[in-house]
């Protein structure tokens, strides 16, 4: 019976370990903050589309996020200096000290660098190109009365600064399948969808400003995060220790080098266990709430610029216009202001380093992942001759409940909502300041 017992215990142990062997996982957790791959995230238009009787959808707004792209020269930086920790967990793991799986080792061994992902910084993935090109498929296939002939003056495409946004827009255009659709150029000063980029006084205070991001920074000295931290050194096996800056490289190599559209995982998140991943993912949530989110001063303001826009294109649509389609393509933070000025997401208590809300609300990952989208369709619908209007409002190709009951809203809903955002103004902005 001892014998049995004994047996009983390593076979479990032996099976604790096979399961802990991220190669062999069945359900990987996919959530990584704004590098989240939109294929992780989204819904599907054509099969989500609220279809209302008696009515037609005649014009669409939508402020999309660019797809996914390389990694900011600083990023890139720590990334490429932290590829040498891989020597040291191989040979920590020969020499026995490593608690990773030989064919987790294996993978990490195998893994060939993409380059461009130094070479090129910010730049659009071929992921990112596809994850753009596959929304403005959908959109034309779910719309396609509307979006089928798309005549000069019918449409309204345009990008924030920055050469993977642009790259972004002409993926989508690709997708919407119409040649006549003409992509402009980034406006200076306060553009509909990035205003705070040139605001002097947001940079300021915000942008250029650490203490911003000083919950996430005392976060590091919550027990949560430590214990993360010492799993993260003991499954490594390397014999110095990890820095925080260490840390954050290798979880950005993680979710940098994972694919969503092919579903291949990325050898470097072996590193980490599902706890591990989701409180990295409350670190770059803390960041983003006092950057752009509830946390941070006038974010709602910006907010309100894109959605006073929305309302004049759906005023004049409503009123003879012709506008079918109008795209913004613009940045995370963007739509986190968005958000901030609808009071979507949002939590009963301020996010705090002091306690990380399981089940929280404000979750970059599915609010700010790549290609993440926020679209309004008008519909005209006609009783008895007499014409009516109807918005839906959509999020990541799925509807969105929590602005009208049932999510939609009538005329009269919507202008009582929308039209007090036409009087917003930045003044306090002080001064301009370059985008980049």
């Known amino acids: 019976m001892k014998i049995i017992a004994i047996l009983s215990i390593v076979l479990t142990v032996i099976k604790l370990s096979i399961s802990n062997c991220y190669w062999s996982e069945n359900c990987h957790y996919k959530y990584i903050s704004s590098k989240t791959p939109y294929q992780f995230v989204r819904g599907d238009i054509r099969d989500s589309i609220v279809k209302l009787k008696g009515c037609e959808p005649i014009s ?52 060939v660098i993409d380059k461009k992902m130094f070479s090129e910084p910010r730049s659009l993935t071929t992921e990112g190109y596809e994850e753009m090109l596959g929304i403005g498929k959908r959109f034309k296939q779910a719309f396609p009365a509307l979006l089928e002939s798309l005549e000069k003056g019918s449409n309204t495409i345009r990008p924030a600064f920055g050469i993977w946004i642009e790259n972004s827009a002409k993926a989508f255009v690709k997708g919407l399948g119409s040649n006549n659709v003409h992509i402009e150029k980034a406006l200076s000063d306060s553009d509909v969808m990035a205003p705070y980029l040139t605001c002097g006084k947001y940079q300021m205070d915000v942008l250029h400003n650490q203490n911003v991001f000083s919950e996430a920074e005392k976060y590091k000295f919550n027990p949560d995060y430590l214990a993360a931290k010492d799993r993260i050194q003991r ?95 613009t940045h995370a933070t963007m739509l986190e202001m968005v958000y901030t000025s609808l009071g979507l997401f949002k939590d009963s208590k301020p996010l705090s380093s002091a306690n990380r809300e399981r089940e929280r609300k404000w979750r970059s990952s599915f609010m700010a992942a790549f290609g993440v989208n926020f679209v309004a369709v008008l519909n005209r619908c006609v009783d008895n001759e007499v014409s009516d209007y109807a918005v839906v409002f959509y999020l990541n190709e799925e509807p969105i409940r929590s602005i009208c009951a049932d999510g939609i809203c009538t005329w009269k809903e919507f202008e009582d909502k929308f039209s007090p955002f036409l009087n917003t103004t930045i003044d306090f902005c002080e001064f301009r300041s370059e985008p980049y």
């Open 60 to 111: 669409i707004w939508g402020l999309f996020r660019h797809g996914k792209r390389y990694p900011s020269k600083s990023y890139g930086g720590k990334m490429e200096d932290a590829l040498a920790i891989r020597d040291y967990i191989i040979s920590s793991y020969e020499k026995g000290r490593s608690s990773l799986c030989a064919q987790d080792i294996e993978n990490l061994k195998n893994w």
């Open 235 to 329: 499954r490594s096996g390397i014999d110095y220790i990890l820095t925080d800056t260490n840390v954050t490289a290798l979880y950005d190599l993680c979710r940098h080098t994972w694919s969503g559209s092919e579903n291949k995982l990325s050898p470097w998140c072996a590193l980490f266990t599902k706890d591990d991943l989701q409180i990295l993912e409350y670190i770059e949530d803390l960041k983003a709430y006092y950057k752009s989110g509830y946390g941070a001063p006038k974010s709602e303001v910006f907010g309100n610029i894109p959605l006073g826009d929305l309302f004049n294109n759906f005023r004049r649509t409503k009123d003879g216009g012709k506008k079918k389609i109008t795209a913004y393509f």
